[in-house]
């Protein structure tokens, strides 16, 4: 069975702010990658690796966090929209109910189903 090519997280999503400030921009001394006489990556490019993954897993932790606190309060405002729209709702019901019995003691019927 195959397995897929892992892609670049940049490359997959080109338009993606978070994922942008997520990844480590480049630099312009790039580090390079070396083996020992064994044909292994050598300890300072695993040091190296290290380092890099800690930052980047850094980033996306900071990102989160970011995120879970713009979704918080987004969260309290829906709630609070919700809760204003319920109080008006009910107060436009009870001026309905309010109409309806005064026209009922004038003497007006009031039939829903004959609008």
Known sequence: MRRKKL???GVKYPKSKLV???LIPKRK?????TT???????????VYLAKNSIRVIDNLAKTLASMEE???ETKKTVE???NSASKQLDTKDAQINFLKDK???MGV??????Q
């Open 7 to 9: 892609v670049n997280p």
């Open 20 to 22: 942008r400030e997520a």
């Open 29 to 33: 001394r790039e580090h390079t990658y």
């Open 36 to 46: 020992c006489a064994c044909g292994n990556v050598d300890y300072k490019t695993l």
């Open 70 to 72: 713009k979704f918080d």
């Open 80 to 82: 609070y929209i919700t």
């Open 103 to 105: 026209l009922e003691e």
């Open 109 to 114: 019927r009031t039939n829903e189903t004959e």
